[in-house]
């Protein structure tokens, strides 16, 4: 089992960025996928990144690419998401997850393929 704390969210102005960071207790960190997802006000929780256990593979939403990079540090129990460019559209609750399950990299974009999750960081981008 693995617990996540994200912090780093706060209120930035558009064009601004921000660096979450997702905590992970448990000595097996280093064997989980690990996801960000975000959930704005009325909408649906979607993905927006994803890295390997090992970290060589990652994978984006659109709307991020190129904005976004989603990396670890497995020897501090680390996943981090640099927000760059940040659009007000941006603005939500920020979740990290982590996965163990397996053929991940056919669906590390649903919600459902992660077994735990953190407690969400808001972020709020101003025009």
């Known amino acids: 089992q693995v617990q996540l704390v994200e912090s780093g969210g706060g209120l930035v102005q558009a064009g601004g960025s921000l660096r979450l960071s997702c905590a992970a207790s448990g000595r097996t960190f280093s064997s989980y996928n690990m996801g960000w997802f975000r959930q704005a006000p009325g909408k649906e929780r979607e993905f927006v990144a994803a890295i390997s256990w090992s970290g060589v593979r990652t994978y984006y939403t659109d709307s991020v690419k190129g904005r976004f990079t989603i990396s670890r540090d497995n020897a501090k129990n680390t996943v981090y998401l640099q927000m760059n460019s940040l659009k007000p559209e941006d603005t939500a609750v920020y979740y990290c997850?982590?996965?163990?399950?397996?053929?991940?990299?056919?669906?590390?974009?649903?919600?459902?393929?992660?077994?735990?999750w953190g407690q969400g960081t808001q972020v709020t981008v101003s025009s």
């Open positions: 997850a982590a996965s163990d399950q397996t053929y991940y990299s056919n669906k590390y974009y649903r919600p459902n393929s992660y077994d735990y």
